[in-house]
Structure formats: C-alpha cells, structure tokens
C-alpha cells in the first residue's frame, strides 16, 4: 500500500470510530480480498475509489457498531461461509438503514431493499432457516469470523508506569472480624459465614439452611456449635475473595519525588475500573480521576442565585416518613431473598456486596447530595435563544446548590471533564465542608467547559467522594449533563453501557442517582440509552422541573430499596 492510499484512508479512521462505537483504524485488504474487519481494522478493497471504499468502511463500522459482530454471534458462522453471507444480507440492509436514519451519508448510499429484521438475533435466526435470502451486494464485503473469535475488542491497551510518571498502591482489602479466625472449617469461611447466617437465633429455619449447604457443597462438622448465636445481627460480612466478575477497587495514587502529570499535582487522585461491553468484563485500574480545589481570579465576582420558591417547597418534602428497605450492609431483620440471591451469585463466579438484610426506618432529613456538572466541551452548544447549555447547568448547580443548603442538607458541587482515559479531572467547586458562599459562586460562575466527557469515570470519582465524605444515611449524586459520553476511545455502545454500569455500581453501594438535563435538546432515547433503570429527566430550564423535583427525588431514593437487577 502506498503512502498516498494510507493517507486518503486515514480521513474515514474518526468516521468509522464514531460508528463502531470503539477505536478503529482504516486499512486497504490485501489484493484481491474482499473488505471485512476483525474488530479493530477495518480493511477496504484495494484499487478502488474512495467513495467506493467509503461505502465499504460504513458498512463494516456500521455493523460493529450495531453489535452485529459480537462473538456470541460470530462464533455461529465460522466454517459456514454460506451461512456469513446470508447473515451479512440481513444485518447489512438492517443496519444501513438504522444509520441512514442519524447520519445523512448513509442515506445517501441509497437502501436498494428494505430490512426484514429488527436485530442481529433475529438476522442469525433467519439465515440459519431455509427461508430464500438475497446476495448481499459486493461492497458488503465478508464477515470474517475466526478473526472477530481472536481479535481482542475494545481501544487501546493498559497504562504502564512510565508513562505515567507515578507509583500504585493497591487500596488495602478490609480485614475479616476477629472471631473468624477461628474458624474450624479449614479456609472455607467464605461460604460459612453465609449459612451461618441462617442459623441466627433471628432466623430460625434449619431446613433452609440444610439445603443452602447442600447447594454450596457443605457439610457440618460434628464439633460445630451454634454459629449464629455469636453473630450479631448488624454485622457485614467481608469478603476475603473477589470472583472473576467482581468489579475491582480503586486504587489509590501516589505521587512520586520526580512530579506529577496534570494540572493537579500533589492532590488526590485515584486509578478506577471501566466496563468493556464487548468483553463482558471491567478493564482494572484503567482511568485516572484526579479531583483538585478550582481556582479562580483574583478579583472575585459572585454569580447571584436564582430564588425558586416552587423547588424549595418540593425539595422541603422530600425524606419524609417510615420505609422498610431491602438489600442493606446491615439493618434490624434478614432479607432472605437477598440472601438466597448472594449463594446463586457465589456459587456463579461473582463476588456481589453483601447487603442481605431489611432495614426499618423513618427517612428523615439526613440528605447528602454531591451535584456533578458536565464541563466538558459538548456543552457549549446553544439553545434557540442563544443561551450555552453549560450556562443553563451552572444556573441549575447554583440554584440547587442554594435550595438544599437552605433546608438543611450537606452538599458538594464537583465538575468533571475528560482529555483520555489518564486525565479525568474532577475540579471542587464546593465541598462537602464549605459554605455556598461567595467564593462558591465564583468558582462556579468561572467554570468553563472543554475537553471531553469520558462519564463513567467522572461518575465513579464523585461517588468515591460522596461515599467518603457525605456522612449522611441517605446519599445522592445528582448528575447535570446533555448525556452525551465522548472521549478518545469511548463513545457509542462501549460509553453508553460504561455510564449505565457506574451508575448500577452507586445504586448497589446505596447511592441514590438522579440525571437531570438542562438545556440540551437530547432525546429520551438517548437519555434511556445513556442513564438506563437510574431516574432522569429533561427540560429546557430547572424551573420546568421543579413542580416534580420531590417526585424524582423520591423516587430515586426509593430504588435503593428496590431488588438489584444484574445485567
């Protein structure tokens, strides 16, 4: 391939990122073969003209990006070739026709016959029957499937110290209680302590336990006594294992003699998991989120704060009255479903949280809410009246900000921007120690938007924070953004179902999540893709809100009690 073709195909590398929701290269096959992809190359016929290969790029990126490609359905078709052809007839047509819908060149490529699928299962189905299945045209190209089953999906590869200029350590694992060194079974404490739990004198079902033993493979010793009888009710089991789809702990950062990357040296910062939807596991230690006090100028210009009486008197509602939650750390009775849930997950290979106990309590007001705003560049888009997105989310921050701090709540106001999976930074624009008082005004009427918006991340930082310093039963993160997650090597499917998985991740800590988006003109349905089951809602001010604000922040808080669906 000579120079001249690499550097006209280099113009289709964002294009066929963007559509294959991950981070691809353009490449020319070798001569001869036909364009196809092995999830990280996208490989268009030689000799022929851009536009030609064009139309084969948008193919390819269009059908990873669809998920077409997946090696659940790839693994169907290797050594079928007949079969690969009829199945990229179908997904062809099918998602060339979903992409002309967003994207005016697709539909410019002209759909010379309608789909007659709505997904790939439904594709892979009907080309396996014997239904009559036209050849797909040859700028199509092929499905390669034995390189899609090799070729490690997802962008980039793991950080090493010497890019990074800094040294790791590993957060501590917390340590088991004292009394189960004792433990008669010989290391296998594990999964006794769990059926132990049933044995409490609180919960007195021998036969149950009996067959929960019988499902993990236990037996009990003849020396055993009453386990439970020394168990307190309140306890929280700790975990001295993690299963292979455990979610990794954040590790911590320190700061080597030598300096520090980015703008925030000598502060916090933490390396965090990401989800990789196309592997079905996280990546460990793959972002690092840096969060640093904001600085602003020295002549300090306060932002006034919008008064809003209907939100007050909503919000004044809000944590109010006697609840029973279900899937605690620790609480007053046993959830038995929530345990009977632990043993399938244990005996699956995961390693979930422990919360297998009802809690009774009146929900007073005892509210810590952190609210992130989305700082990035994506929010300088303007509404009709020429007014930023980031300046409706700033007047929204204040006024909320203002609101909660008014009827008592704790709150911090963070914002969150992104440049790569090795710079998230998290800038304070108000703690949960500090007053929002001028200096918070300030620092948040002099936030600017740029960068990128890498969600996941920013999310996971916050909820560190709000985890550590909230020092409130009942947590929020309140997440202000136009819900569009884009950075070097996130964006589509993979970004989408990175956010949803941060956000599920706060739900299981007992985070309440709440999305809210403030002049943007984002649909539901990308909302729905990008937030998933956690309450959201948008609007063109906060003031068109606020008559349900109490609504939405109810019923996020009452999620925490509702049964963890895993995905």
């Not at 009888?229 to 299963?243: F, L, M, Q």
């Amino acid at each position: 391939m000579n120079s001249s073709s690499t550097e006209g195909l280099d113009r289709f590398t964002f294009l066929a990122t963007y559509l294959a929701g991950r981070s691809v290269q353009v490449a020319q096959a070798p001569a001869g073969r036909a364009a196809h992809t092995n999830g990280q190359v996208v490989f268009v016929s030689a000799g022929r003209s851009l536009a030609e290969q064009r139309r084969e790029m948008l193919v390819q990126s269009a059908l990873l990006g669809a998920g077409s490609l997946d090696r659940q359905l790839v693994k169907a078709l290797r050594a079928r070739p007949a079969l690969a052809r009829r199945y990229l007839a179908l997904e062809g047509w099918r998602v060339l026709a979903d992409l002309a819908r967003r994207l005016p060149l697709a539909a410019d490529v002209g759909l010379e016959q309608p789909p007659v699928t709505a997904t790939a299962e439904e594709s892979l189905r009907l080309a396996t029957s014997r239904s009559e299945i036209a050849d797909p045209p040859e700028w199509f190209g092929a499905i390669k499937p034995a390189l899609l089953v090799k070729s490690p999906a997802g962008p980039g590869g793991r950080v090493a110290d010497k890019e990074l200029r800094l040294e790791f350590d590993l957060a501590d694992l917390p340590e088991a209680d004292d009394d189960d060194d004792d433990d008669d079974d010989g290391g296998q404490s594990g999964q006794s302590r769990i059926l132990r739990l049933f044995e409490n004198p609180l919960f007195n079902s021998r036969a149950l336990s009996d067959q929960l033993r019988k499902l993990l493979g236990n037996s009990r010793s003849s020396g055993d006594g009453s386990a439970g009888a020394e168990t307190p009710v309140r306890a929280v089991r700790r975990a001295r294992t993690v299963g292979t789809n455990a979610r990794p702990l954040p590790t911590r950062i320190r700061f080597t003699d030598d300096g520090a990357p980015g703008a925030a040296t000598g502060v916090g910062g933490a390396l965090y998991p990401e989800w990789d939807v196309h592997n079905g596991r996280y990546r460990p230690d793959w972002c690092r989120v840096l969060d640093f006090p904001l600085t602003v100028a020295a002549d300090i210009s306060a932002a006034d704060v919008g008064h809003d009486d209907v939100l007050r008197r909503r919000l004044s509602r809000v944590g109010l009255g006697p609840k029973v939650l279900r899937r605690r750390p620790d609480g007053d009775d046993l959830d038995v479903e929530a345990l009977i849930d632990l043993v399938i997950d244990l005996r699956s290979g995961y390693s979930p949280p422990e919360q297998v106990y009802l809690e009774h309590r009146k929900l007073a007001r005892n509210l810590g809410v952190l609210i992130l705003i989305d700082a990035s560049g994506s929010a300088t888009d303007t509404d009709p009246q020429g007014l930023a997105v980031h300046d409706h989310q700033r007047r929204a921050a204040a006024t909320l900000a203002h609101t909660l701090e008014e009827l008592g709540d704790r709150v911090a106001v963070y914002a969150f921007r992104s440049q790569g999976r090795h710079a998230v930074h998290l800038p304070a624009i108000k703690t949960f120690d500090q007053r929002f008082g001028a200096l918070g005004r300030a620092r948040l009427n002099q936030l600017q938007p740029s960068n990128y918006t890498r969600l996941g991340a920013g999310i996971r930082g916050a909820g560190e924070i709000l985890k550590n310093e909230a020092g409130t039963q009942n947590r929020m993160l309140l997440v202000l953004s136009d819900g569009f997650p884009y950075d070097d090597g996130y964006e589509g499917r993979y970004a989408d179902a990175d956010a949803r998985k941060a956000l599920e991740e706060l739900r299981v800590d007992g985070v309440a999540c709440l999305c809210l988006t403030v002049g943007a003109a984002t649909g539901g349905e990308v909302l729905e893709r990008v937030f998933g089951s956690v309450g959201y809602a948008a609007a063109a001010t906060l003031s068109e809100l606020s008559p349900r604000m109490d609504e939405l922040f109810l019923a996020s808080l009452r999620e925490l009690a509702a049964p963890t669906i895993r995905t």
